[in-house]
């Protein structure tokens, strides 16, 4: 197993670092630049930023918001939200992103996760999957999308494998149920992503504690580690979690 990566994520609204819970109830983080440069310096191995709202209000992704954040950065960026062509793919590449995150996107046309594969090389395409707990599932997990607001019916580990057929390189499940809680990763359904695939998994959505990441791997089957809150309020330190780890028996970089 390659070391696990510790990925910040930057989430987006109106050019500030905005955190909520299960999607709502958004405070303020901070500057993106300042947080992206503070993230590096301590020690993060990918950053992570998404333009939350750019779904939901039918708009593009900021690419000012790309271009200055990659610019004060050497680690590999992913950026998503509001990515719904090949064309959108090619501009926020050029503006300096290093992979691509796409979500409602890929539902709506999953022909374009091929395409943007067989393009642009599927180490730079990303699928995000939003999911909320649904027993009418076979997994027990449904995909969401639009923000999390819109159940599309579909089982979501079952989207991850086709996503993996259609090119995607990396997988991202972000749990509806847990995010922005800091209770937890939700580590059934991380594992049941990861399980059902063989290309790295992000797990996403309520880490609050060290044992938590520490679970998305030894239990989750993760192998690399997104936050936030825990992260942009200070309550743990990148250095933290990564000596954590390691006296854990984690391989970390």
């Not at 197993?1 to 303020?28: A, Q, S, Y």
């Not at 796409?102 to 999911?131: H, Y």
């Not at 989207?159 to 847990?178: F, N, R």
């Amino acid at each position: 197993m390659k070391p696990v990566k510790i990925m910040p994520c930057l989430d987006m609204k109106d050019g500030r670092v905005v955190k909520g819970v299960h999607f709502e109830n958004i405070k303020d983080a901070g500057d993106p630049v300042e947080n992206a440069a503070f993230y590096q310096s301590e020690g993060a191995d990918e950053l992570a930023m998404l333009d939350i709202a750019a779904t939901l209000e039918n708009r593009k992704t900021r690419l000012e918001w790309v271009k200055k954040v990659s610019s004060v950065i050497s680690i590999p960026l992913t950026v998503g939200g509001g990515i719904a062509s090949v064309e959108d793919i090619e501009m926020v590449l050029a503006a300096g992103a290093d992979r691509v995150s796409m979500n409602s996107a890929a539902v709506k046309n999953p022909e374009l996760v091929r395409q943007a594969a067989q393009r642009f090389g599927s180490e730079k395409i990303t699928v995000a999957i939003d999911a909320k707990r649904n027993r009418a599932m076979p997994s027990g997990f449904e995909l969401v999308v639009s923000g999390g607001t819109l159940p599309v019916g579909k089982d979501a580990p079952a989207w991850a494998v086709q996503c993996q057929k259609l090119g995607a390189g990396v997988i991202l499940p972000t749990s509806m149920d847990e995010d922005g809680t800091g209770a937890g990763y939700d580590i059934p359904y991380i594992r049941a992503v990861a399980d059902s695939v063989s290309v790295p998994v992000v797990a996403s959505g309520g880490a609050g504690s060290l044992e938590d990441f520490y679970l998305a791997v030894a239990q989750g089957h993760a192998s690399i580690l997104l936050a936030a809150s825990v992260f942009h309020f200070r309550r743990l330190r990148i250095k933290e979690v990564r000596e954590y780890l390691k006296s854990r028996g984690i391989d970390v970089t």
